[in-house]
T-cell receptor, first 117, second 117 residues
Framework: AQSVTQLGSHVSVSEGALVLLRCNYSSSVPPYLFWYVQYPNQGLQLLLKYTSAATLVKGINGFEAEFKKSETSFHLTKPSAHMSDAAEYFCAVRIRLLMNRDDKIIFGKGTRLHILP | DAGVIQSPRHEVTEMGQEVTLRCKPISGHDYLFWYRQTMMRGLELLIYFNNNVPIDDSGMPEDRFSAKMPNASFSTLKIQPSEPRDSAVYFC???????????????FGPGTRLTVL
């Protein structure tokens, strides 16, 4: 079964510090992986996605994520946190439906990032 | 493009009442997804459509929930009768294609915050 697990429902970092949000996936086939961000009272926006090309993926707002097959991980990082990064972040994996050519995205439960002044 | 449009943004209703949530996908997108987000369960896929046809409704929690897509530019999610445990944020998303060969992104609407008293 394919799934995604985000470690830590809340993460707090100081402004200017490194941001690290953890995501591990389970997939029997090479996965497509995504990170989405949700700002308060808004919908989800795509930060970045991995689609079996380069293992280090750069996204918007200075975020990047590295696909590590040996660790089944896709952790999200940003070198220096900004107050505007406070939001909820969702890791997601695209799965292939059985008996169906279509696929769908399964989301992790989310990690709320708090930025301390 | 205006993006995915959802209405209403907020809905407060009493238990037992019928609730209808509306979604207008991005023009030209042939996939439409309905998600529910709660603190306890995170983000869950309820149902999705391809070219107005429901493909997978296995995420619909109960028969009280129903979704329709009468044309390419409009979809509804209906709850009848509503219950307090249905309180959540409901997101609609659309994408150009959901096939395994595609890496197209899902674009999310702002969500409808439903409160059932």
């Amino acid at each position: 079964a394919q799934s995604v697990t985000q470690l830590g429902s809340h993460v707090s970092v100081s402004e200017g510090a490194l941001v690290l949000l953890r995501c591990n996936y389970s997939s029997s086939v090479p996965p497509y992986l995504f990170w989405y961000v949700q700002y308060p009272n808004q919908g989800l926006q795509l930060l970045l996605k991995y689609t079996s090309a380069a293992t280090l993926v750069k996204g918007i707002n200075g975020f990047e994520a590295e696909f590590k097959k040996s660790e089944t991980s896709f952790h999200l990082t940003k070198p220096s946190a900004h107050m505007s990064d406070a939001a909820e972040y969702f890791c997601a994996v695209r799965i292939r439906l059985l008996m169906n050519r279509d696929d769908k995205i399964i989301f992790g439960k989310g990690t709320r990032l708090h930025i301390l002044p | 493009d205006a993006g995915v449009i959802q209405s209403p943004r907020h809905e407060v209703t009493e238990m037992g009442q019928e609730v209808t949530l509306r979604c207008k996908p991005i023009s030209g997108h042939d996939y439409l997804f309905w998600y529910r987000q709660t603190m306890m369960r995170g983000l869950e896929l309820l149902i999705y459509f391809n070219n107005n046809v429901p493909i997978d409704d296995s995420g619909m929690p109960e028969d009280r929930f129903s979704a329709k897509m009468p044309n390419a530019s409009f979809s509804t999610l209906k709850i009848q009768p509503s219950e307090p445990r249905d309180s959540a944020v409901y997101f609609c998303a659309s994408s150009l294609s959901g096939t395994p060969q595609s890496t197209d992104t899902q674009y999310f609407g702002p969500g409808t915050r439903l409160t059932v008293l």
